[in-house]
């Protein structure tokens, strides 16, 4: 299927307002799917769009989601309320449903980043570790004997030589993945992008042990900066494996090594 922009396949049709509540018609494209389900990065953007859409704010800050049931791609409601509205940031409760049910939930902050901020402060994590674009793999399809992965056909992901021991059978046992990601079309990454990036690399316990299906419970992101235009670079990192439970992290950077956005998430797996 040919590529559309990530802003084309994020866009929403304003319907109605219910009392507090707005609502928009949105479509869940079957091309930004692993295995036929959504991804969560994917969702959660549809959601923060809705977000600024209903506030005229510009930049998504924080999003925090709760992944109920997976909807199915094609037409979706997403509604929105306001819940605060201050000076520097507005809170927004946002959800998409299908056929009345809510499939994902998420508090979402707007408000506006300073493209000339800079850190105070920030802990000595350095640059980016991942290798030089050109020497990364480029990866068209998922892992061997897995579902087919729509998405890897509209975005390039390109993953750093040292985490792809999985693809062979040889994870290195550190639980980390890392790489380079571009939007189709070198569409810019914004706010709202930035929420896909955050969820859009292969699971980092594929490091560790080949699983199947990872599903996504809770997602949190923070929006940190305004991203150069260009591909960014991502590392997502198991933290801990336990009690059918992972939890991990994901750091993007910029073209530049600016950290743009952080984001830590609970989800389900099955190992052994």
């Avoid at 930004?32 to 991804?39: D, L, Q, S, V």
């Avoid at 850190?119 to 020497?135: H, K, L, N, T």
């Avoid at 900066?225 to 997502?236: D, K």
């Amino acid at each position: 299927m040919r590529p559309k922009s990530f802003a084309a396949v994020t866009a929403l049709r304003a319907r109605r307002s219910e009392g507090d509540l707005q609502l928009f018609d949105a479509d869940i494209n079957a091309d930004w799917t692993i295995g036929g389900r959504p991804n969560g990065g994917y969702l959660l953007a549809l959601l923060a769009r809705a977000a600024l859409d209903s506030t005229g704010r510009t930049h998504v800050l924080a999003t925090a989601a709760t992944y109920l049931r997976p909807p199915d791609p094609g037409p979706a409601t997403v509604s929105t309320e306001v819940l605060r509205e201050g000076r520097s940031a507005t809170q927004v409760r946002a959800w998409v449903s299908q056929e009345g049910e809510t499939c994902v939930e998420a508090h979402v902050t707007v408000g506006r980043i300073d493209p000339a901020s800079t850190p105070y402060w920030s802990a000595p994590a350095g640059r980016a570790p991942v290798c030089d674009f050109e020497d990364c793999f480029a990866l068209r399809e998922g892992p061997p004997g897995g579902h087919r992965v729509a998405i890897m056909e509209q975005v390039e992901l390109r993953l750093d030589p040292r985490t792809l021991g999985y693809m062979s059978g040889n994870p290195s046992g550190k639980g980390e993945v890392m790489g380079w990601l571009t939007l189709p079309f070198g569409e810019a990454f914004d706010s709202v992008s930035l929420l896909f990036a955050a969820d859009a690399l292969p699971p980092a316990t594929f490091d560790i042990e080949m699983a199947g299906w990872v599903p996504t419970l809770t997602l949190t992101v923070y929006v940190r900066a305004v991203p150069v235009p260009g591909p960014v670079q991502v590392l997502q990192r198991a933290q801990m494996i336990q009690g059918r439970l992972v939890d991990e992290s994901c750091y993007v950077w910029d073209a530049e090594g600016s950290l743009v956005a952080q984001a830590t998430q609970l989800a389900g797996i099955r190992l052994g």
